[in-house]
């Protein structure tokens, strides 16, 4: 427990880390794919692993960096990498099950359902488009404001705890890439775009936001389960242990996320349905890797 004190769970996330991409490397070799670059993110950990404990000495903001630098390469390089193995063994997409389910609970495409709802069907509409969009793109900072507030509330002999912030958010992440490669799904917006007769409506800055995701997705199989509801519920675990603000702030990102997700096309309706599992996993494994048994 000590060393996790000293170095805010360093030794832990960089073990992680070569634990998976290690497993994801001798997976690639089994099924016939000899790919040594998955093993990038390996190194860096081992890195950091080697100059530990010169990291020790650090201040405590600084470890808090570190690891989750560490942590978001690791995803962020994860996820480049399953959307490049996505383009040369072009893994069978299994999104009719999942329209077929939309179909069967809505008889139209969750999009479509949602967007007949007040206030989605005003003439404001675009308003309430514009803010799920603008939601849409907080996820890229949910992460690290969820461990800030954790961190900044929490005393300095405590502050290693932030570490366990960090690991589910990295656990979440890896359990969500793996599924991307066992339950390939692309989306509404790819796999439904014929039943879509009508654009959404956008003001201009919202517009720009939505074509700005579009044109900036390059991995084609990541939509089960989804990243940004459970990256959003698990922020607001996180905000839940800070303070009441920030826990009300985070129930309406959430709840917008969980809007922004199905009506802007980019989900059915079971990738959010599963994503509280993963949450509630990937939350209690971080508490039991920072157990202090």
Known sequence: MKKIKDDFGL????????????????????????????LIPCLVAGILLVIRRFVILLPDILKVIIIYGLSLFSA????????????????KRLDFFFAQFDMLAFN??????????????????????????????????????AILI???????????????????F??????????YILVP??????????????????????????????????NLIDCFPSGHFGVALLATLWAFKVNRYHYYFMIFVSLCMFLATLRLRFHYSLDLLFSPFLV?????????????K
């Open 108 to 145: 139209m495409p969750v999009a479509d359902f949602i967007g007949s709802f007040f206030p989605f069907n005003t003439s404001y509409g675009w308003f309430f488009n514009d803010l799920i969009m603008a939601n849409y793109i907080l996820f890229y900072f949910l992460g690290l404001y």
């Open 11 to 38: 030794g832990i996330i960089s073990l992680l880390i070569i634990l998976y991409n290690f497993i994801f490397f001798i997976g690639l070799l089994v099924s016939g794919h000899f790919s040594p670059k998955i």
């Open 150 to 168: 954790f961190f900044f509330s929490l005393d300095e002999k405590h502050r290693y705890k932030v570490g366990m912030c960090v690991t589910s």
């Open 280 to 292: 509630i996993l990937a939350y209690l494994l971080s508490f039991k890797l920072f157990s202090e």
């Open 76 to 91: 962020l390089y994860n996820y480049t990498y399953i959307a490049g193995l996505d383009e040369i063994i072009k893994f």
């Open 170 to 179: 990295l656990i979440f992440m890896g359990i969500n890439h793996f599924i």
């Open 185 to 218: 799904v692309s989306g509404p917006q790819y796999f439904q775009a014929q039943l879509f007769s009508e654009k959404i409506p956008f003001s201009v800055v919202g517009s720009y936001l939505f074509n700005v995701v579009l044109d900036r997705q390059v």
